[in-house]
Nanobody
Framework: VQLQACGGGFVQARDSLKLSCAAS????????MGWFRQAPGKEREFVGG????????SYADSVKGRFTISRDNVKNTVYLQMNSLQPEDTAVYYC??????????????????WGQGTVVTVSS
């Protein structure tokens, strides 16, 4: 599986962005998908995840209520809608696929495939 994330950019505080992650391969619909981010000098952290059907999601406390994850298994794409962005959301955002789990894990080591990352910069 290859993952291609896009949609990052430079925005002002309180603006919105929508990230997309397109996946190759027929088995995308079976995978739990996650979004992670890594700010300069910090470890990569879980942002949110969605189960294979899209019916279950999980979010980090820092983004809950502002970010929404969805997926389209026909288009092999997972999305991250980010609203009310704040400077502390500035990071490289990665999508990832967990090919073995049926629930959403937050640990990076659970994920088997990673996209290349897309940069989100939020200015105050």
């Amino acid at each position: 599986v290859q993952l291609q994330a896009c949609g990052g950019g430079f925005v002002q505080a309180r603006d919105s962005l929508k990230l997309s992650c397109a996946a190759s391969g027929r088995t995308f619909s079976r995978y739990v998908m996650g979004w992670f981010r890594q700010a300069p000098g910090k470890e990569r952290e879980f942002v949110g995840g969605v189960n294979w059907r899209g019916g279950s999601t999980s979010y980090a406390d820092s983004v809950k209520g502002r970010f929404t994850i969805s997926r389209d298994n026909v288009k092999n794409t997972v999305y991250l809608q980010m609203n009310s962005l704040q400077p502390e959301d500035t990071a490289v955002y990665y999508c990832a696929a967990d090919r073995t789990s049926t629930i959403i894990y937050r640990a990076t080591w659970k994920y088997d495939y990673w996209g290349q990352g897309t940069v989100v910069t939020v200015s105050s």
